[in-house]
């Protein structure tokens, strides 16, 4: 098994999470958990279900109390200030039963001192497929529908830095396409983004630095560019990490023929 080091680069750093641990009781859901995000960038946050990935957002963005320092250009993240540019998609929607559709994106928008949404709030809408559904209350949305609106609502403040939990599951493959595809714009802009997901499968869009986290600890970091250096796919490195499988384990059925030049390699 290896393990990627990526050296904190310094200043300049958008993001930076420094030996954060948490713990519910006696259970330590996150354990000395240290990376950063670099300004614009684009990372994968990948484990198993259990693996503190929610633990870890959620302490970024200021909702639990934690040991560890994490910062924001160099300010706490839990100051006015860094809370401005920080934003968080949850993994699960938590809307109101009251308040329609289109409610929700104006009360969200005011919360956020926004100007000038209404165009926001209908483009996103549609992008989603929920344009047609603005009058409808929170708790006559499909499963589907409530996550579509709980991807609307973390979308349209249009932070700089942007937590995403999880945020393929339950929807249907238009608004994957779509999702994947407004992740791709808000990296054009120079977003930040962390993207959590238990399914590797997922991560086919353009990433920069992946953060492999199992049982509470960060795993591995590498960048893009390390595993193309590699020659290893980032599932490959997911079991290996996770599992302690090696390539050569994980093509076990494939019958073994002349050797690969890979292998003569030593890859
Ligand atoms: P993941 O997002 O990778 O699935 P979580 O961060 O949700 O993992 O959970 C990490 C660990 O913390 C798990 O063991 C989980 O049971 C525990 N945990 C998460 N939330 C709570 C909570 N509110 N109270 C107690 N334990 C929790």
Not at 13 to 31: E, F, P, Q, R, S
Not at 80 to 108: C, D
Not at 209 to 238: C, P, W
Request: glycine share 8%; proline share 4%; aromatic share 6%.
């Amino acid at each position: 098994m290896f393990v990627f080091i990526i050296l904190f680069s310094g200043e300049n750093n958008m993001l930076v999470v420094d030996h954060v641990t948490k713990k519910y009781g006696k259970n330590i859901a996150c354990n000395d958990v240290s990376f950063v995000l670099d300004p614009g960038s684009l990372s994968v946050l990948l484990g198993p279900n259990g693996a503190g990935k929610s633990t870890i957002m959620k302490s970024i963005i200021g909702f639990l109390k934690y040991s560890g320092s994490i910062t924001v250009n160099g300010i706490p993240n839990k100051t006015s200030e860094a809370r401005r540019v920080l934003g968080y998609i949850p993994e699960m929607p938590s809307l109101y039963p009251t308040l329609t559709v289109v409610e929700h994106m104006e009360f969200i928008a005011r919360a956020y001192k926004m100007t000038d949404y209404k165009g926001r709030i209908d483009e996103l809408l549609e992008r989603f497929e929920l344009a047609d559904k603005k009058k409808k209350f929170g708790d006559e949305l499909s499963k589907g529908m409530q996550q579509k609106l709980n991807l609307c609502i973390g979308l349209l403040p249009d932070p700089d830095i942007l937590l995403l939990d999880e945020p393929l599951l339950g929807l249907d493959p238009h608004a994957i396409k779509e999702l994947k595809k407004m992740i791709e714009e808000m990296r054009q802009a120079g977003k930040t983004m962390l993207v959590s997901t238990h399914i590797i499968d997922s991560v086919d869009m353009l990433w920069d630095q992946a953060i492999i986290m199992q049982g509470g600890t960060v795993k591995a970091r590498v960048t893009k560019n390390e595993i193309e250096g590699r020659n290893i796919s980032l599932e490959d490195l997911f079991f290996e990490v996770t599992e302690g499988l090696s390539k050569e384990d994980l093509s076990e059925d494939e019958p073994e023929q002349t050797a690969s030049p890979e292998k003569e390699a030593g890859v």
